[in-house]
């Protein structure tokens, strides 16, 4: 409510100006009044500037605090290669967990859910009627499969910077993050799977009990586990005895007491994503937030038979306080910090040269642009300052005209030749020549969040398609930004703009309206190849167009 009564008077005051403005124009543009829209007094016409662009390189993006994270790999011949991996805490559910007696680990599953979106129905194993589900956010091509090794995570994570512990702790995606790589959890092949709705559970007994033999295992009884909702997601089986080691041994230590101590015993975990065999591609969003570690385990427990029961099996009925094997779990939710590490191999791809060695004194044909820490493209607008007075020459006489500005945008089109499948809905647009703490500045339009008509958005360019259906280029608005430069008396001063895919965190905090800084997140891996400023068409060049109104 506050943030929408804070841009009803930002744009009540802006009316205002304008109405102001208008009847202070009467000194240089006189005649005003009946004859406004007399074509004899004023004309509107359009005026193009030609632009310098080129792509650059991003070398991390801040990786903690996410709502979700990435892990997989990504391949494809413009962008090369992405192998997204996750660091993640461990909480306590329960404190002092009890294994009870002779207790015995059945099976450990890491459970971590996709995005999915209801899709008809379908019959379980038990010939059930179901929901059937498609997995959203979820990229593949070619063998749908990534090599997946989880380890112990070896490096602590703190939620306060420990050399300023009155700011947050940021992890970047490039974070060295050690592991115990000698005793993996977990080595295998991962494949998105959309029917992964339910985890199977053998529970198993000894000859005797009391003493059990670790190596005579025999199955009494399988759990079909299924989450209420039903929905698909990832599962994980954890080695036992890895997990007996770190967790059931040391239950009685002390260590899980809290959190605290508990997470500094057991610092987290370290799930690697790797290309296998120079092949497979499978790139997944997962809710981390709703992950969870559980250990299914059996142990003793004594009950009463009733007087048809026989329990434990020796042929008596209605014994009394005989030991059974009784099913439990111990749950680990993953609400502690986490973090992805972005490793990204461009060799060979198409994008390799152009972040390698840019062209930014001339621009370039094409235009790379993907999130996750891939690369964003650098927009030079109104050319050189060959005067050397601070001041491109294009700009002083555009300042020059005192044109009433209508309309100012930018538009880039999509190479349809050389582009990617994954083309993002939307880019953004901001300014790079303002830096703090790794934060890159907004323009003054990006302030304008959904409360506003798309005519007066911002600077976020949504993705425009042509009669067909078909991608063809993103338009952003940026009439107060332009306008504000071309006055004669204006303090803002001129920056290189950058374009980057478009991540929800980018959207300013709506607790503070005038929060005028994009946080270095990008948890968004779609990209795509637009048209820069030496397309063969000068159509489809990258350019801003200016819509303005004229004296006479």
């Known amino acids: 409510m506050t943030k929408k009564f804070v841009i009803v008077l930002k744009y009540l005051a802006i009316s205002v100006g304008l109405l102001i403005g208008v009847i202070s124009c009467e000194k240089d543009f006189t005649n005003v009044g009946v004859n ?30 996410l709502s979700d994270y990435l892990l997989g790999v990504q391949r494809d011949g413009l962008f090369g290669k992405l192998e997204a991996s996750i660091v993640a805490q461990l909480s306590l559910a329960t404190a ?29 194993i038990d010939g059930v009627g179901v929901p059937k589900f498609k997995l959203d ?156 570690m559980t250990i299914y385990f059996s142990n003793d427990v004594q009950k009463d038979e009733g007087d048809t029961e026989d329990l434990n099996g020796n042929g008596i009925n209605g014994e009394t306080d005989v030991w059974v094997r009784n099913p439990q779990s111990f749950i680990f939710p993953f609400s502690g910090i986490k973090s992805n590490i972005y490793s990204r191999d461009e060799s060979g791809s198409a994008i390799e040269p152009f972040i390698l060695t840019p062209n930014e004194i001339n621009g370039e044909e094409k235009l790379f642009v993907q999130g996750a820490s891939g690369a964003n493209a650098v927009i030079k607008l109104f050319g050189d300052d060959n005067n050397n007075n601070g001041t491109p020459d294009e700009l002083e006489a555009l300042r020059s005209n005192n044109w009433l500005i209508n309309q100012a945008k930018l538009v ?44 007066i958005l911002g600077i976020d360019g949504e993705l425009v398609r042509d009669a067909d259906g078909v991608p063809e280029k993103y338009s952003f608005l940026m009439t107060d930004y332009i306008s504000e430069l071309l006055k004669e008396d204006t303090e803002m001063a001129l920056h290189d703009l950058g374009i980057k895919v478009f991540d929800n965190h980018d959207i300013p905090d709506p607790r503070f309206t005038t929060d005028t800084l994009i946080h270095k997140f990008n948890s968004n891996p779609k990209g795509l190849v637009l048209k820069g400023n030496l397309s063969n068409t000068e159509e489809q060049r990258i350019k801003l167009e200016i819509y303005y109104t004229k004296k006479n």
């Open 36 to 65: 406004i829209v007399d074509n004899n007094i004023f004309s509107t016409d359009k005026y193009t500037s030609e632009i310098i662009a080129y792509s650059q390189g991003v070398e991390n993006v801040r990786a903690n605090g």
């Open 96 to 124: 002092n967990p009890d294994f009870g007696e002779n207790a015995v680990i059945d099976t450990v599953i890491v459970d971590i859910p996709y995005h999915a979106t209801l899709d008809g129905t379908q019959t379980d």
């Open 137 to 292: 956010s979820v990229w593949t091509s070619g063998n749908n499969y990534f090599q997946l090794n989880v380890f112990e995570l070896k490096t602590a994570l703190f939620s306060v910077d420990q050399d300023e512990p009155t700011k947050p702790k940021i992890y970047y995606s490039d974070y060295d993050f050690q592991k115990n790589e000698s005793t993996p959890l977990f080595s295998g092949l991962i494949s998105p799977n959309e029917n992964d709705t339910m985890t199977v559970v053998k529970r198993f007994k000894y000859p005797n009990s009391n003493f059990p033999d670790l190596t005579a295992k025999e199955e009494y009884r399988t759990d079909t586990i299924k989450k209420t909702d039903l929905k698909p997601s990832l599962k994980i089986p954890f080695d036992k005895e890895m997990i007996k080691t770190l967790f059931q041994d040391n239950a009685t230590t002390g260590i899980f007491d809290y959190n605290s101590s508990f997470q500094t015993f057991f610092k987290g975990l370290y799930l690697e994503a790797l290309e296998h065999d120079n092949q497979g591609d499978a790139l997944m969003n997962l809710k981390m937030s709703d992950a969870t």
């Open 412 to 455: 880039v089109y999509i190479d349809q030749v050389n582009t990617a499948e994954m083309a993002p809905q939307q880019l953004y647009l901001y300014n790079v020549g303002v830096e703090d703490l790794n934060e890159d500045g907004e323009l003054d339009d990006t302030q304008i969040l959904d409360a506003m008509p798309q005519s």
